[in-house]
């Protein structure tokens, strides 16, 4: 399931990167068109709202997916064990509870008593647009369930950007480690060929370079 995770995280990015772009260069033509021509145009005032939802709501599910969303901690850090384990599990069931009811199922009724109204100016309907809540809505609730049987497990939900952070300093210090390590031995080997004491010659002996003397 963790690949499944990356690889929708990676996917709601990449719509996040198109749509944000896209909303950006419908604004601008609306303000040109406004501003500049004098003939605002009908189609990027609904267009623009539109995918500020859809914006939204995937924005929304990216950043839950990465574990990155705004959480009041102040009693889940101050719970003993027990009950701290409970907190989590009883917040990412009710996260669980709200993708389901509020979001599919609210988002199938919205979508069915509005799927025939006709937006002015604007080649879909009201209904297809609203197809946003329940599509957000199964991702989050799929995300949300493997946060559920993780907290279940007694796993630590931390953010994955901390996790990602996490290992790349532990791999950089193991690096560090080992140049350090190189290096001594590069040292060692050169003391040695320059006529260094030999550890082995005995506390008397002297370097090769004042026995030439």
């Not at 959480?71 to 009883?90: E, K, N, Q, S």
């Amino acid at each position: 399931m963790l690949l499944i995770r990356e690889g929708l995280l990676n996917v709601l990015k990449v719509l996040c990167i198109v749509l944000f772009s896209v909303l950006v260069l419908v604004v601008v033509w609306q303000v040109f068109t406004r501003q500049v021509l004098g003939a605002p145009s009908p189609w990027t005032t609904v267009t623009a709202q539109y995918m500020f939802v859809w914006l939204s709501l995937f924005a929304a599910t990216l950043v839950f997916g990465e574990r990155g969303h705004i959480a009041v901690d102040f009693l889940a850090l101050r719970a003993p064990g027990v009950a701290r384990h409970v907190l989590i599990v009883l917040v990412q069931g009710c996260t669980l509870a709200f993708a389901v009811l509020v979001m599919v199922w609210g988002g199938i009724r919205g979508m069915s008593m509005s799927w025939d109204q006709v937006i002015p100016g604007f080649p879909f309907t009201v209904g297809l647009m609203y197809l946003a809540l329940p599509v957000t809505g199964l991702m989050i609730a799929f995300l949300a369930l493997e946060d559920l049987v993780l907290a279940v497990r007694g796993d630590d939900l931390a953010p994955l950007e901390e996790t990602d952070d996490e290992a790349a300093e532990s791999s950089g210090a193991a690096a560090a480690a080992a140049v350090v390590q190189d290096q001594g031995q590069g040292h060692g080997q050169n003391y040695d060929q320059g006529g260094g004491v030999d550890p082995a010659a005995g506390p008397g002996s002297r370097p090769d370079t004042e026995k030439e003397h």
